[in-house]
């Protein structure tokens, strides 16, 4: 019988609203406002309380059907559908059911999205299924997220089956991409490609760990960065898979077509949706397909009639039991039912079909047909059975790894798992490890133990250093890399451990020689094979004053100075090369410019082949040596030269000693021979005189060098008047120069009102003397000048004349002690060589210098300088009451002195003063003189006297007459001496031999007191 096509396609109307209807899947549509125009059963029945029939539901405010925040969540998503008028998906839960909500807009004639239509699909089983699957496989993700560093699993064509998060966070745009399937050769640089293929190729054939460097797109390009690469294969179940690293950018494209309201549009979304729809009248025994289940079970549209048993040949033969069964069970108990199975395509591929059958009764409540609603799920369970697949593969990878892993409870620190490399590291079974604690492992104490599991409650990853304890009792120390995962409701511990005992011993090791080299006081520096530079220690940096990444990379030659044969560095070169130690000296230049000398130990270090990789170099700043041992070698060639000079100076001094005691004796014998004229008489008292103060000058000079080294030489400043002085040493070598015939010139430099000065006149007399003595001395044809200048804060005086002159490699030595032009015995002049250094030593206490300049018409020309030093107050000389208090007469002089001679001597001096000389040959004479002549005004007191020295009869003398004046008479000339007799209460002090006009000056100024 024929059915007229309007019959047709109100038969499939029909249809299509029963589907719709008896869909167990809760499907309804809505306009913009969210009115529902159509709802099904399923739908009414999600809101039984409210109504009894899905015509209560139509007119009503879908969102007014839900709380608050569901509804609002939904008005988002449905929006979003309105506005971008695509198909969309959202999950949801209810009830503790899991929804597949499905989105489809719904165009108007005019293409404007007017209505959508929503199918609820529950998926609770399914999410059960995955949520159980995930479970079971959170442990072996973890694991792999664990790893530090990225992670993937490549199957033997090289396409990504798995990766972590470290591996997408690099290849993928978003750390969230999933990666598989990709080919990782797609992500190499294509210069790389060959590499990798052939790297690929070891590993599959040989079973090789590869690894290699290569350039890895990143972010999908074009930037491509470098990646070492480790790849090994593994077996699971002898299927291989490699581990790897890579990365995938998946990009999924859903198109969305358009969908209108009418019947038509109904079979357009179930089309769209990989779903198809069939009837079974169960009178006729026959099926009605819809198109979409042709295509579902990969048949060409009628390929043959559509009887329920066709149907079931459709069904893989493994199914058929159960499809059989479930058909039987369900049929005769009139109820709805579904179940899943598999159908093979003419193109050989395996599909999974979801099947939901519903009864259709009639008003009787028979049933009268059977519509069932076909979905492809094949995806799905793809999705399921790679879950599985990968669980499997991380448990291999677990238990294979070689690293040592460990998952522990970490709440309590119970362990769950351990791998074989656990087994192996701490010497317990599997099974053990897995009945133990962690705290049973952790050496620590339990404190400490249970302070690192409570250290689990603010963090998910940990990396730390720590102890942990073997099954023999050992322990090592071990590095923890450690994630935080949650099963269920329940936090566990994942950790990879690493021993690290070794390492910790070798960096204990060199910790050592790290602390070693900069606390080093010697300079280390190490050098790479081609002498730049990669290490110093402190030391090089404080001698040179080269920070380290001043030099870094840079070679050692920056410090030469240029001063060192280039012969030294090539022996050097040739030596470390050769392996051995090279040993030597640098004279080298620091960053300032400053010369330095450092003795070098050079060697090269090799690795276990032989191979020079580097240099080291250990040096020692020697300069100070160097430094002392010329100053030694300069010191001993002085000693010889002072050995000599002493030697002659002895010579010398014995010469000079013995000529004028020749000249005394000898005309002293001639003066007791009878018959001798007053001019002869005169004469050898004048040689003797002169003999004599040779002999005074030479022994004052002795003792004013003893006293020099003694440093009991002081400063006794007074006011002098330079051009006094001048005038009476002009005065007093102007015979002497005109005996020889030579001129004498002296030239103030200033007036004489200026010419006053503070410092010690005597000193100064003497070095302007020594000066003379010598410019008269080696002065033959000439003359000889004198005199000062005033140069800003300082006078300079100077003595010229037109000698013999001073060669001008003698210009300093001239100054030394015993030195002197010519120290032959041959020599022309008498001297031991004393009084230049007296001079030069006399001129710097004062605060000035000495130099000589050779003249180019022949003599020399002595140069010194003094400070200018006007004194505050210009009163000098005597007050005319002075001067006639000193020349009153008859002023009574008690000389006390056990010397027979000095007495006459005395006495000679003073014959033609107005004085009355008392004379007492001891101590207690002197005082009983004192006592006996109270007209007494002075007393010249020796020291050393029989009965009573000096010093103590001045004190008695001070008992009875204390303003009476007493000045020392002695020879004794030390500092400690005058010290006595200023302790003893003496007023002056003079010493032996006694010049004439100083006594008188003295004994004046005493008197005149």
């Given at each position: 019988m024929h059915i007229n096509s309007e019959g047709t396609e109100n038969q499939r109307e029909n249809t299509y609203r029963i589907i719709f209807d008896e869909s167990s899947d809760p499907a309804f549509i809505i306009d913009r406002e969210g009115t529902?125009?159509?709802?099904?059963?399923?739908?009414?029945?999600?809101?039984?309380?409210?109504?009894?029939?899905?015509?209560?539901?139509?007119?009503?405010?879908?969102?007014?059907?839900?709380?608050?925040?569901?509804?609002?969540?939904?008005?988002?998503?449905?929006?979003?559908?309105?506005?971008?008028?695509?198909?969309?998906?959202?999950?949801?839960?209810?009830?503790?059911?899991?929804?597949?909500?499905?989105?489809?807009?719904?165009?108007?004639?005019?293409?404007?999205?007017?209505?959508?239509?929503?199918?609820?699909?529950?998926?609770?089983?399914?999410?059960?299924?995955?949520?159980?699957?995930?479970?079971?496989?959170?442990?072996?993700?973890?694991?792999?997220?664990?790893?530090?560093?990225?992670?993937?699993?490549?199957?033997?064509?090289?396409?990504?089956?798995?990766?972590?998060?470290?591996?997408?966070?690099?290849?993928?745009?978003?750390?969230?991409?999933?990666?598989?399937?990709?080919?990782?050769?797609?992500?190499?640089h294509h210069d790389d490609r060959s590499f990798a293929y052939e790297k690929f190729n070891n590993i599959l054939q040989k079973g090789t760990e590869e690894i290699g460097e290569i350039r890895i797109m990143v972010h999908g390009g074009p930037e491509y960065r470098w990646f070492r690469i480790s790849t090994k294969r593994i077996f699971v179940d002898n299927e291989m898979f490699l581990l790897s690293t890579g990365n995938d950018i998946n990009e999924y494209k859903k198109k969305e077509q358009e969908l209108s309201i009418s019947n038509e549009q109904l079979r357009f979304i179930l089309s769209q949706s990989k779903t198809g729809s069939w009837v079974l009248d169960i009178k006729t025994n026959t099926n009605r397909w819809s198109d979409e289940i042709w295509e579902l079970y990969g048949l060409e549209k009628k390929a043959f009639e559509p009887t329920p048993e066709n149907w079931r040949n459709l069904i893989i033969e493994e199914d058929r039991e159960t499809l059989e069964q479930q058909i039987t069970e369900n049929i005769v108990k009139g109820i709805p039912f579904k179940l899943e199975v598999r159908t093979r395509h003419s193109d050989g591929s395996l599909h999974w079909l979801l099947i939901r059958v519903f009864p259709f009764k009639d008003v009787f409540g028979n049933i009268t047909n059977y519509i069932g609603i076909v979905i492809d799920i094949t995806d799905l369970k793809e999705s399921e059975?790679?879950?599985?697949?990968?669980?499997?593969?991380?448990?291999?990878?677990?238990?294979?790894?070689?690293?040592?892993?460990?998952?522990?409870?970490?709440?309590?620190?119970?362990?769950?798992?351990?791998?074989?490399?656990?087994?192996?590291?701490?010497?317990?079974?599997?099974?053990?490890?897995?009945?133990?604690?962690?705290?049973?492992?952790?050496?620590?104490?339990?404190?400490?133990?249970?302070?690192?599991?409570?250290?689990?409650?603010?963090?998910?990853?940990?990396?730390?250093?720590?102890?942990?304890?073997?099954?023999?009792?050992?322990?090592?120390?071990?590095?923890?890399?450690?994630?935080?995962?949650?099963?269920?409701?329940?936090?566990?511990?994942?950790?990879?451990?690493?021993?690290?005992?070794?390492?910790?011993?070798?960096?204990?090791?060199?910790?050592?020689?790290?602390?070693?080299?900069?606390?080093?006081?010697?300079?280390?520096?190490?050098?790479?094979?081609?002498?730049?530079?990669?290490y110093i220690n402190p030391t090089f940096t404080k001698l040179t004053g080269y920070t380290f990444e001043e030099v870094k990379g840079k070679n050692p030659s920056m410090l030469q100075s240029g001063l060192m044969p280039k012969e030294l560095y090539e022996n050097l070169w040739k030596t470390i090369l050769s392996g051995n130690v090279w040993h030597g000296e640098f004279h080298n230049r620091k960053?300032?410019?400053?010369?330095?000398?450092?003795?070098?130990?050079?060697?090269?270090?090799?690795?276990?082949?032989?191979?020079?990789?580097?240099?080291?170099?250990?040096?020692?700043?020697?300069?100070?040596?160097?430094?002392?041992?010329?100053?030694?070698?300069?010191?001993?060639?002085?000693?010889?030269?002072?050995?000599?000079?002493?030697?002659?100076?002895?010579?010398?001094?014995?010469?000079?000693?013995?000529?004028?005691?020749?000249?005394?004796?000898?005309?002293?014998?001639?003066?007791?021979?009878?018959?001798?004229?007053?001019?002869?008489?005169?004469?050898?008292?004048?040689?003797?005189?002169?003999?004599?103060?040779?002999?005074?000058?030479?022994?004052?000079?002795?003792?004013?060098?003893?006293?020099?080294d003694a440093k009991e030489t002081v400063l006794e400043l007074s006011e002098t008047p330079l051009n006094e002085l001048l005038e009476h040493l002009y005065r007093s070598f102007i015979p002497k120069a005109e005996n020889k015939g030579l001129q004498l010139y002296w030239n103030p430099g200033l007036r004489d009102s200026d010419s006053i000065i503070e410092t010690d006149a005597k000193k100064l007399e003497l070095i302007l003397t020594n000066l003379l003595q010598n410019a008269l001395k080696f002065t033959h044809h000439g003359h000889i000048s004198f005199g000062y200048t005033k140069k800003d804060d300082m006078l300079e005086f100077y003595v010229d004349d037109t000698?013999?002159?001073?060669?001008?490699?003698?210009?300093?030595?001239?100054?030394?002690?015993?030195?002197?032009?010519?120290?032959?015995?041959?020599?022309?002049?008498?001297?031991?060589?004393?009084?230049?250094?007296?001079?030069?030593?006399?001129?710097?206490?004062?605060?000035?210098?000495?130099?000589?300049?050779?003249?180019?018409?022949?003599?020399?020309?002595?140069?010194?300088?003094?400070?200018?030093?006007?004194?505050?107050?210009?009163?000098?000389?005597?007050?005319?009451?002075?001067?006639?208090?000193?020349?009153?007469?008859?002023?009574?002089?008690?000389?006390?002195?056990?010397?027979?001679?000095?007495?006459?001597?005395?006495?000679?001096?003073?014959?033609?003063?107005?004085?009355?000389?008392?004379?007492?040959?001891?101590?207690?004479?002197?005082?009983?003189?004192?006592?006996?002549?109270?007209?007494?005004?002075?007393?010249?007191?020796?020291?050393?006297?029989?009965?009573?020295?000096?010093?103590?009869?001045?004190?008695?003398?001070?008992?009875?007459?204390?303003?009476?004046?007493?000045?020392?008479?002695?020879?004794?000339?030390s500092p400690e001496e005058r010290e006595k007799a200023s302790d003893a209460g003496c007023d002056s002090f003079i010493t032996k031999p006694v010049k004439k006009n100083e006594l008188i000056d003295l004994i004046r100024t005493m008197v005149g007191k």
């Open positions: 529902i125009l159509d709802a099904n059963k399923a739908f009414a029945s999600l809101f039984s309380e409210q109504f009894t029939d899905c015509a209560d539901c139509v007119g009503l405010n879908v969102f007014g059907l839900l709380d608050t925040n569901l509804a609002e969540e939904r008005r988002k998503h449905i929006d979003h559908a309105f506005r971008n008028g695509k198909r969309m998906f959202f999950e949801d839960e209810r009830n503790g059911r899991f929804f597949r909500n499905t989105l489809y807009p719904i165009p108007g004639k005019d293409g404007i999205i007017e209505n959508i239509y929503i199918l609820a699909q529950d998926i609770t089983e399914t999410k059960r299924s995955e949520t159980k699957s995930k479970i079971q496989a959170a442990f072996s993700r973890e694991a792999m997220e664990a790893v530090p560093g990225p992670f993937v699993v490549l199957d033997p064509r090289g396409a990504i089956i798995n990766s972590n998060s470290h591996f997408r966070k690099i290849i993928a745009r978003n750390e969230e991409d999933n990666l598989s399937g990709l080919n990782s050769f797609d992500l190499f059975q790679k879950l599985k697949e990968s669980e499997e593969r991380f448990r291999t990878f677990f238990e294979q790894h070689s690293a040592v892993m460990i998952l522990f409870d970490q709440e309590n620190g119970d362990i769950l798992d351990a791998n074989i490399a656990a087994e192996e590291f701490y010497g317990w079974k599997q099974d053990k490890l897995r009945e133990m604690n962690i705290q049973e492992i952790n050496s620590n104490s339990p404190d400490v133990s249970q302070n690192i599991l409570d250290g689990w409650n603010n963090v998910e990853r940990r990396n730390f250093i720590t102890s942990h304890r073997k099954a023999d009792g050992t322990t090592r120390d071990v590095e923890v890399f450690a994630h935080k995962i949650k099963f269920g409701s329940k936090w566990f511990v994942y950790c990879i451990i690493h021993d690290i005992t070794e390492r910790r011993l070798a960096e204990k090791e060199l910790k050592k020689l790290s602390v070693a080299l900069q606390q080093s006081p010697v300079v280390v520096s190490i050098t790479d094979a081609l002498g730049n530079i990669e960053k300032n410019g400053e010369l330095y000398w450092e003795d070098a130990f050079i060697s090269a270090i090799t690795d276990e082949k032989g191979t020079i990789t580097s240099f080291v170099a250990v040096k020692e700043d020697i300069t100070e040596k160097k430094k002392l041992w010329n100053e030694l070698v300069a010191a001993k060639d002085n000693a010889e030269v002072s050995d000599r000079l002493k030697t002659a100076f002895l010579a010398n001094m014995s010469h000079e000693i013995r000529t004028p005691m020749n000249g005394i004796i000898g005309f002293t014998e001639l003066l007791k021979e009878p018959h001798l004229s007053g001019q002869e008489q005169q004469e050898y008292i004048a040689l003797i005189q002169q003999s004599g103060e040779r002999m005074m000058t030479l022994i004052n000079d002795i003792i004013e060098i003893s006293r020099i000698g013999v002159g001073i060669p001008e490699e003698m210009t300093e030595k001239i100054f030394d002690r015993f030195r002197q032009v010519d120290n032959s015995l041959s020599r022309l002049h008498e001297g031991i060589g004393l009084g230049l250094s007296i001079t030069k030593t006399y001129i710097e206490m004062l605060g000035g210098g000495i130099h000589v300049e050779p003249c180019k018409c022949g003599g020399s020309k002595f140069f010194f300088t003094l400070p200018y030093n006007p004194p505050r107050k210009n009163d000098i000389g005597h007050s005319d009451s002075e001067v006639m208090a000193i020349s009153q007469p008859s002023q009574t002089i008690i000389i006390a002195d056990d010397d027979k001679i000095s007495r006459l001597l005395l006495k000679k001096v003073l014959k033609d003063e107005n004085f009355m000389l008392i004379f007492a040959e001891n101590g207690k004479d002197a005082l009983e003189l004192v006592k006996k002549h109270p007209e007494t005004e002075l007393v010249l007191m020796d020291v050393k006297m029989p009965d009573m020295n000096g010093y103590e009869v001045t004190k008695l003398i001070r008992q009875i007459r204390p303003e009476l004046p007493v000045v020392v008479l002695t020879a004794f000339v």
